[in-house]
């Protein structure tokens, strides 16, 4: 049985114990947590699949040396990372060679990743001040592609508005030149490579963390129980009565 299965299966039971609101004490919980049954190679794979999908690539291989979890071609980490990086520079022409350098297939089998890379590109030029370039490669590269999508017309149309405004703080659309674009766009390219590589784009351990927040919740209505309240340091208190 998978882990998240475990993890729902063990969630019901303790929801049940719950509904009677009762005071659910510290000994029983601790008994009913020592029932569950998590093989290491579970938490293994759990740990190195958060270390690849993030990119942390000397982590990950010592971990994986360490473990013995499954061989998996570090050289790849670094590669993707590289193009993240080039992203989060701001170098996205750079970015694209090397998406094409690792695998053509991506951009060509994705154009709504392709565009938002060629949206970028432009939010550079924009950014830097190259305003006659910018429109250059505006009716070149995104123009066409605009006319075959109606939402890539809409984004485009949004972009092109920074050019508008001498002022961006006060262009409605001047959150495209936050840093906040550069990394959504880099996750994108990062998730898209993952998934050329059989790998999933989402690390599994923030949606295990996330589900056991909303557990607590829903658990916080039925029962006082053992909770933790501060995940970083995953100390669980005792319930307030």
């Avoid at 695998?103 to 949206?119: A, G, K, R, S, Y």
Wanted: proline letters at 3%.
């Amino acid at each position: 049985m998978s882990l998240f299965w475990i993890v729902i299966r063990q969630l019901a039971e303790i929801e049940a114990m719950a509904a009677s609101k009762k005071v659910i004490t510290r000994e029983e919980w601790e008994k009913k947590l020592s029932d569950v049954k998590i093989r290491k190679e579970d938490m293994n794979t759990l740990v190195m699949n958060f270390l690849v999908t993030e990119g942390y690539v000397e982590a990950a291989e010592k971990f994986q040396k360490e473990s013995g979890t499954e061989h998996i071609d570090l050289a790849t980490i670094t590669d993707r990372m590289a193009v993240k990086k080039a992203v989060q520079s701001g170098n996205v022409e750079d970015a694209i060679e090397k998406v094409n350098d690792l695998n053509p297939e991506i951009l060509d089998t994705n154009p709504q990743l392709f565009f938002h890379l060629q949206q970028q590109r432009l939010i550079e030029l924009i950014r830097n001040g190259k305003v006659e370039e910018a429109l250059e490669f505006a009716q070149e590269e995104l123009a066409p592609r605009g006319e075959e999508n109606q939402s890539f017309l809409e984004e485009l149309e949004r972009t092109v508005a920074l050019l508008a405004f001498e002022d961006v703080s006060n262009c409605p659309v001047g959150e495209l030149l936050d840093i906040s674009q550069r990394l959504k766009t880099a996750s994108e390219v990062n998730a898209a490579i993952l998934t050329s590589q059989s790998h999933e784009k989402d690390p599994k351990l923030p949606s295990l963390l996330k589900m056991l927040i909303w557990a607590q919740n829903q658990l916080n209505e039925k029962a006082a129980y053992p909770r933790i309240n501060d995940l970083s340091k995953a100390i669980v208190e005792d319930p307030v009565v």
